[in-house]
């Protein structure tokens, strides 16, 4: 339905602008290539509705909270469609992460139930158990890649409370590799498409890294089917984890799910349930270990409720501050840094009118470390949250508004299915590490978010102190 004409847009007043310094032919590719948090960080100061070029093609950079609501709840007029989510269909399936608004509502239909809260204490109890092998594992003073360590934890966790399955330490680490080379690399296509299709060096590792991982989740599902099938013996069971679930589900004509929904939403799991996870845990050990007295605030927190064993989900109600870490960490560093949409129609942002098929980016990132929302906004201060929560969202315009603005795991029908396994997952973990170990940065060491899909630090080297 048209808006009213006596009634203003929901932007009016917003501003759009441009980003200087693009280059005729590249325009701002080499900023965004080696230091896209930098360009992105400068972008508010040009316009609430940022155009920028990626090569020649304009692309439009949401600043402000409402035009990030307008478009992430707007999946008719602002898809996930285009060039970029084109090519992440052909590497990821057409699953949860990449379908368009057409399929969106039957795969969300088809995969909530194996979301719901009793699954999801089910699945806590798998990360407790995966987190106690992993702290017991580290030793006093030796220096750890902890971004690596992380992620075999979140590998171990995901495999077992998503697909009832493990993973040998040296097939976690393959993976880690390959989906490693797989971020940079659709992060580099989507940029330069042009390029991925000669056969260079990195377009050859990122092949094998896709069939890597594409492997990988083809064994997690047969290992799982014969696992299934050696249980049940004919018995009907219930749904233990999502695999199961979706194994296990049935259309209204009775029909199974096709292999190939199976495959799709599998590999997206793989990759939202370990790498996302991963990358935040591993921003809030570096924030940590650069802030010693939150440090300390936050090991007294856990010390005191969990007394040297592993964090449950029962836990997590006397951890607040622990919860306020891993808010901020996802304010300054979200995983899902760069969120794509194309218009399906012609449309206005910000006074802009924008053709059909136009991008529009959304990024976190930018949003928020608004300093109007988020006053020093580059500082870690999990404090900040404990305000809002004192006062009330709804009595609180500049809280309530910073709420709106916070969006690290998307919004709308679009907002990640998996948000609440997430936040129990990387509470448990810092709340379990806080109690028993202190970090601290290697000397010498500067840490560097990666160019890739998902916002992660290069290398996070640390040294691990039994307490």
């Not at 970029?84 to 509502?105: I, V």
Request: hydrophobic letters at 40%; one cysteine or more; a positive charge.
């Amino acid at each position: 339905m048209a808006p009213s004409q006596d009634r203003p847009p929901a932007d009016s007043g917003l501003r759009a602008g441009r980003a200087p310094g693009a280059r005729p032919l590249t325009g701002h590719l080499t900023a965004l290539y080696r230091t896209p948090l930098t360009f992105l960080d400068g972008l508010p100061r040009h316009g609430d509705l940022v155009e920028i070029r990626v090569g020649r093609r304009p692309v439009f950079v949401l600043c402000h909270p409402a035009l990030v609501r307008r478009v992430l709840t707007d999946d008719r007029v602002y898809d996930r469609d285009g060039a970029s989510y084109e090519r992440s269909r052909r590497a990821m399936g057409n699953g949860l992460a990449t379908c368009p608004q057409a399929d969106h509502r039957a795969q969300r239909r088809l995969m909530q139930p194996a979301f719901r809260p009793d699954h999801l204490t089910r699945y806590a109890a798998v990360m407790e158990r995966a987190i106690g092998e992993t702290a017991d594992g580290w030793r006093h003073g030796r220096e750890t890649d902890l971004g690596r360590e992380l992620f075999l934890l979140a590998t171990k966790t995901a495999v077992r409370a998503l697909f009832g399955a493990d993973l040998p330490p040296a097939e976690a680490r393959e993976l880690h590799d390959a989906l490693d080379t797989f971020l940079k690399g659709i992060y580099r296509q989507s940029l330069l498409p042009w390029a991925a299709r000669l056969p260079t060096p990195g377009n050859r590792r990122y092949a094998r890294a896709l069939a890597c991982w594409r492997a990988h989740t083809t064994r997690l599902i047969g290992t799982h089917r014969a696992h299934a099938a050696e249980q049940t013996a004919g018995r009907a069971t219930a749904p233990r984890n999502v695999l199961s679930h979706l194994l296990s589900v049935r259309a209204p004509d009775g029909t199974p799910v096709a292999d190939s929904a199976v495959h799709d939403q599998s590999t997206t799991l793989v990759l939202a349930g370990i790498e996302t996870t991963a990358a935040a845990l591993a921003w809030a050990c570096h924030l940590l270990s650069h802030h010693p007295g939150v440090e300390e605030e936050l090991y007294a927190e856990a010390h005191g409720v969990l007394g040297g064993r592993v964090a449950t989900q029962d836990d997590l109600p006397r951890l607040p501050l622990t919860a306020r870490v891993v808010t901020e960490t996802l304010r300054l560093y979200p995983p899902a840094w760069l969120i794509p949409r194309s218009t399906t129609e012609e449309t206005e942002l910000a006074g802009r009118r924008l053709p059909a098929g136009t991008t529009v980016v959304f990024s976190p990132y930018v949003v928020h470390r608004r300093g109007d929302l988020y006053p020093e906004p580059a500082r870690f201060l999990p404090g900040r949250w404990a305000a809002d929560e004192a006062s009330g969202d709804a009595d609180d315009a500049a809280g309530s508004l910073r709420q709106r603005a916070y969006a690290p795991f998307g919004l709308g029908a679009h907002r990640c299915i998996g948000e609440a396994f997430a936040l129990t997952e990387a509470t448990m973990v810092l709340a379990t590490l806080a109690a028993r170990w202190r970090l601290r940065p290697v000397p010498g060491t500067v840490v560097r978010p990666a160019a890739r899909a998902v916002l992660s630090p290069e290398r996070l080297p640390m040294y691990l102190y039994e307490r």
